[in-house]
């Protein structure tokens, strides 16, 4: 299985950014595709963008032309770019690896965005 730790959450103003990252650890990740997804309060976990080995891309409608995912294969990392947040984002951001049957997910970061 894949080991992953999130980072770069926080506390930002409505029209910030943030940068998550996701640093994996284990050999299969450049096999493995890869997501973010979110959760808020209340709320199912949902799926927010996600980012396959031959680095094809998909969004939620609700982030497309806000966030961008990216990976670096060589850093075993994946990345989410986040732009123009807006309250509604404010969730915990899960980090989620899927190899096969396998699937792997993080502890979650905290994103916080005040109006």
């Known amino acids: 299985q894949v080991q992953l730790v999130e980072s770069g959450g926080g506390l930002v103003q409505a029209g910030g950014s943030l940068i998550l990252s996701c640093a994996a650890s284990?050999?299969?990740?450049?096999?493995?595709?890869m997501a973010w997804y979110r959760q808020a309060p209340g709320k199912q976990r949902e799926l927010v963008a996600f980012i396959g080995t031959r680095g094809n891309t998909n969004y939620a409608d609700s982030v497309k032309g806000r966030f961008t995912i990216s990976r670096d294969n060589a850093k075993v990392t994946v990345y989410l770019q986040m732009n123009g947040l807006k309250p509604e984002d404010t969730a915990v951001y899960y980090c989620?690896?899927?190899?096969?049957?396998?699937?792997?997910w993080g502890q979650g970061t905290q994103v916080t965005v005040s109006s």
């Open positions: 284990g050999s299969i990740f450049i096999r493995s595709d």
């Open positions: 989620n690896a899927n190899y096969g049957s396998l699937t792997s």
